[in-house]
């Protein structure tokens, strides 16, 4: 039972139809074709309408599905049958059979070959050399027996006009190892002559169309079809075929079999000599009979390699033995020369076809094989072979191929039936005796020996005399008359469907039948004159001389007559039935949907007259007479116990038998089914429908449930690896973190033993996650490091420091030179070595100061040049204290020229240069402006920067009150009474030392020039 398909495709096995009646059958078979599915079961028969378009569903994928899978677990298929065959093979080291049928243009070549393929794609995986070469050849070797067995006929352009089955020989690792091809009746009359709308075999236009000019030279061909008797009322007839990229096909197929270039050579010149054969006329003047135009008997014996007089010779007499020894050559009329030419062709044909399939069968079979060493080797044979034919003149050879498919009836009900008991017993399953039309009886009619037809026919033939078809007619009539399957008009002279004397009708059990007896024993006699058999065995030519190895008998050896056609063919089929009998077979059976090779047309009346004589109604109900269906336990179990909650989701019984009895009885099927001991039988589609209607149900919920299962079992796997993530990445950084740290304590382990206290130290990159972390340690370490360095300043540096610091901080590096690399001395006017004449008067002055409490000790004391109220400039000395600003003038001993309390000034503005002028602020707008002198200490003093740090140090620190200070790049800018002034700085050639100049908005300070 397929899965993967909805019953909207009908159902893909015919055993599950509700009533087996010719209407559902077609109904399910036209719902199936209309919707692209052409293949359908009963049970493991695979039953197949010709799509008549190209199915996308042999392709690799389609194959890949099918490989090793059991016949129910895809959508019927050619391929699940192949699969199956060859398991049985592999599995069982059993040998099994195909066997195709169906009327002609039904799909068995087609079949055939897709089989071929399946069984070529799955096997050899390990693509060994010659195993490649085996496949290749059996492959190639479809091309080249088309080629030759096919023509266009009314019903199909690729026609088999011959019947074929072919073994592949299996190793027993189930690889091929070589073949082995029969081939049934070639319908070599058509040779010469083709029904109205049909063509000769598809070897002659290949040739003819395909043929390279020098070929056809050689062969004294002419390129056109229309020229040759034989070959020119095919030549309008439109095909599919592409005559002449097939002859390319075919050259290329028979290199790779491994034809030999002669044997290539000898193979078109037979098709030419046919050809030429065919075109040679005769001419009686009533006395002898001549040839007429010599040219192409003599083409003739060139091409087939024979003197041309024997050639002339065998077309015109034909050697007769007399009584005692002697023998005569005896001079045909016309028409026997006609008939000897004709005849002549069809048997080179014939015997080339044969020979053909000889030689590839030399190729392909299996050598060097020893049982012992290889194993059991295997056979798989498939046969395509013409099915039944019903045409409105039916002669000889629709007698033979109905008969050929009476005996594969008769083994089809055999095989099926005795297969099905066979299951039976092995499952100690009570057998139930099935009634069916068995068709022994119309195989005896045509069979048996002195009273069937093929007999009675032999007999005619063999009479001396002149017995003719009428004579053979009577002597059927008279022998058959009371046979239920025979009559003729004779028999029934109501029946005027029947001509006396002409025809005879034999119920064939799929369909009656009116055989047109004229020329049924021509045709079984075969006639061919013994004279041509010699001509070919005396071919200088090896290839023909191995064709006709009959000829080498003298015509006084030749005493027993040859076997007739019809016995020939009979043996030939019986032959094939007994190799087919002892194989397990499988069925394909084609279905022609119509006539029209219309890819949507079904028409019901030919397919129900197909379905009628192929026996499927009667396929269907021998398959359900017993048991419709089969399962093993285990099989079954799997497929249903999701519908019963006793078994799903897995049951707990002793074994799966029991558990599947828990489900018969749960649905309540005890009476219809059987238990075997493996495999559970049951009797009617119905209940197999219920568990399978009941499994559609469920499955979805069980989709749902799987998905909830699997979405859930997801979101956990991937929750359970989010977490193991972030565990990682935990363990990772706290792992940088700490390493970090290790890191920063390894290196700065012995700062506080370092000169520098770790200052040169380089910091570790740190983790992303410690930057913050790190800039706040590299702020630490620097304050650690401050605090060290500060720790160790004497505190009698503490001021010049903090005073340093104060000028660095309001500076804000906006002035390059402030002094920041010498010692700052402070009090320079009582420094002995700046000041060395005026040190002692001022420190005298200064001490005054002090103790008359007017200060507590000493901010900055120098001299300066400054501006006074009337824009006069002047040296002073200038003390800038605690809690006062004095200018004092050295010149009087120091004395307090002017006293300001510290507290008036607001800030100062100094220039980014290298010159002392310092302007102070003051909140009354009368600010102080000068310019610090230097002393004897150093020439190139900076002492801004000292005073600045001195007054800046002082005010935030001591007064705790911002003191801003102001670095300007041009002019400095100040009040002078309440009046705005600017003062900018000049260098100035040959000035001595800075001096203020009056300008228009203020001063200038002239410096000198370094
Ligand atoms: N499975 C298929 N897919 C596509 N086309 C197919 C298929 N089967 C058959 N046909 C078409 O139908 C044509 C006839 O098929 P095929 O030659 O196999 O018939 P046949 O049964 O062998 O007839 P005959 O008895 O005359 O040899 C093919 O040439 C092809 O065009
Ligand atoms: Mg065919």
């Known amino acids: 039972m397929a899965e993967l398909e909805g019953l909207e495709f009908g159902k893909s096995d015919f055993v599950l139809l509700d009533e087996v009646t010719m209407e559902q059958f077609l109904e399910n078979l036209k719902l199936r074709f209309d919707k692209g599915r052409i293949y359908t079961y009963i049970g493991e028969v695979v039953v197949s309408v010709n799509p008549y378009r190209q199915m996308d569903i042999y392709g690799k994928e389609t194959i890949d599905a099918y490989r090793g899978r059991e016949l129910y677990e895809n959508p019927p298929h050619l391929y699940a049958v192949s699969d ?80 074929k089955y072919m073994d592949i020989n299996f190793n027993f690792n189930g690889d091929p190892t070589g073949g082995h091809i029969n081939n049934y009746l070639l319908e070599k009359s058509r040779v010469v002559q083709q029904q109205e709308g049909e063509r000769n075999f598809h070897s002659f236009y290949q040739l003819l169309r395909g043929g390279s000019d020098e070929m056809l030279e050689a062969f004294h061909l002419q390129k056109d079809p229309a020229a040759y008797t034989y070959t020119k009322a095919g030549v309008a007839i439109a095909t599919s075929n592409n005559d002449r990229a097939s002859h390319r096909a075919v050259l290329s197929a028979l290199e790779v079999i491994g034809f030999s270039e002669e044997e290539i050579s000898s193979i078109y010149q037979i098709l030419a000599s046919i050809l030429l054969l065919g075109d040679v006329q005769f001419e009686s003047d009533g006395e002898s009979v001549q040839i007429l135009g010599l040219e192409a008997v003599n083409h003739i014996s060139e091409l087939t390699d024979t003197d041309p007089d024997c050639v002339i010779k065998s077309l015109l007499y034909r050697t007769v033995a007399t009584g005692g020894g002697e023998v005569i050559e005896k001079g045909h009329t016309e028409q026997q020369a006609c008939f000897g030419r004709d005849a002549f062709a069809k048997a080179l044909y014939e015997r080339l076809f044969g020979w053909i399939v000889s030689r590839i069968n030399s190729v392909i079979e299996v050598k060097d094989y020893n049982p012992v060493l290889h194993g059991k080797n295997t056979v798989i044979g498939v046969l395509d072979i013409y099915g039944f034919e019903i045409f409105e003149n039916n002669s ?60 009675i026919l032999d007999e005619a033939c063999l009479t001396v005399g002149n017995v003719t078809d009428k004579v053979c007619l009577d002597s059927m009539d008279t022998k058959l008359a009371q046979h239920p399957h025979y009559t003729s008009r004779k028999l029934s002279p109501t029946d005027k469907t029947m001509d006396f004397q002409k025809h005879f009708r034999i119920r064939h059990y799929a369909g009656d039948v009116t055989y047109f007896v004229e020329g049924f024993l021509d045709k079984n006699k075969d006639l061919l004159f013994q004279d041509f058999k010699r001509l070919m065995y005396n071919s200088a030519n090896p290839v023909l001389k191995e064709m006709w190895p009959d000829g080498q008998l003298g015509i006084t050896e030749v005493t027993k007559r040859p076997l007739t056609a019809a016995t020939l063919f009979k043996n030939s089929i019986v032959a094939l039935v007994d ?120 499955v979805p919920i069980l989709v749902l449930f799987l998905q909830k299962v ?24 706290r792992y940088k973190v700490k390493s970090h740290f290790w890191e920063v304590v390894r290196r700065f382990a012995n700062v506080r033993t370092m000169a520098d206290y770790g200052k040169s130290v380089e910091w570790p990159t740190p983790p992303a996650t410690l930057s913050q972390f790190h800039n706040n340690t590299v702020l630490l370490h620097r304050r650690w490091w401050a605090r060290q360095i500060v720790k160790n300043i004497p505190p009698s540096d503490t001021l ?102 510290l507290e008036a000034f607001t800030g100062l503005s100094v220039t980014s240069g290298a010159d002392q002028m310092v302007a102070l602020h003051t909140a009354s707008q009368d600010d102080v402006l000068l310019c610090l002198q230097r002393g004897e200490l150093c020439p190139n003093q900076d002492r801004v920067g000292e005073l600045v740090g001195a007054l800046v140090d002082h005010f935030t620190r001591v007064r705790n009150v911002q003191f801003p200070v102001k670095v300007c790049r041009s002019a400095v800018e100040f009040h002078m009474r309440g009046k705005p002034k600017r003062v900018t700085v000049e260098t100035k050639p040959g000035q001595a030392i800075a001096d203020f100049k009056k300008s228009r908005d203020g001063f200038i300070l002239l410096v000198p020039c370094n």
């Open 396 to 455: 000889f050879e629709q007698f033979c191929i109905n008969y050929c498919n009476e005996k594969l009836q008769q083994l089809f009900i055999e095989l099926i039936l005795r297969q099905e008991q066979g299951e039976y017993q092995r499952e100690g399953v009570t057998w139930q005796h099935i009634d069916y039309f068995n068709n022994q009886i119309i195989v005896d009619l045509v069979e048996q020996p002195h009273k069937g037809i093929i007999s």
């Open 710 to 733: 699997w979405r859930g079992a997801l979101a956990r796997m991937r929750c359970q690896r989010m977490r193991a993530i972030y565990t990682i990445m935990g363990c990772y950084k």
């Open 800 to 901: 010049e420091v903090r005073a340093k610091v104060a000028a660095l901080t309001a500076l804000s590096g906006e002035r390059k030179q402030w002094g920041v690399s010498r010692a700052w001395e402070r009090d320079y006017l009582a420094n002995v070595r700046d000041c060395p004449a005026t040190s002692s008067g001022f420190v005298r002055a200064s001490k005054e100061l002090r103790n008359k409490n007017e200060f507590s000790w000493v901010l900055f004391s120098g001299f300066c040049r400054k501006v006074n109220r009337f824009n006069r400039s002047t040296d002073r000395g200038l003390l800038v204290t605690d809690k006062f600003l004095y200018k004092l003038e050295p010149k009087k001993q120091y004395k307090v020229l002017k006293r300001l309390p």
């Open 579 to 698: 190799k087919l009998a002892c194989k397990e077979p499988y069925y394909v059976r084609c279905v022609k949907p119509n006539e029209m090779k219309s890819p949507v047309l079904f028409d019901d009346a030919r397919c129900q007259h197909q379905v009628a004589y192929l026996g499927l109604l009667e396929n269907v109900m021998v398959r359900r007479a017993g048991f419709a269906h089969r399962q093993p336990y285990d099989r079954f179990l799997q497929r249903y116990k999701m519908t019963c909650e006793y078994t799903w989701p897995n049951h707990l019984m002793a074994s799966d038998r029991h558990a599947v009895e828990a489900i018969v009885n749960h649905y309540g099927f005890q009476d219809d089914v059987a238990y075997g001991h493996t495999k559970l039988f049951v009797r009617t589609p119905r209940s197999l429908f219920t568990l399978e209607q009941e499994r559609a149900a469920v």
């Open 84 to 163: 199956a065959a060859y398991k049985a093979m592999k599995r069982r080291a059993k040998d099994t059979c195909i066997v195709i049928s169906g009327e002609s243009g039904a799909g068995k070549t087609e079949a055939s070959k897709y089989i071929m393929q399946y069984i070529a794609a799955i096997t050899n995986p390990s693509q060994r050399v010659e195993v490649e070469s085996v496949k290749n050849v059996l492959l190639k070797s479809n091309c080249v027996l088309e080629a030759f067995g096919n023509a266009k006929t009314n019903r199909n352009d690729n026609s088999s006009r011959f019947g």
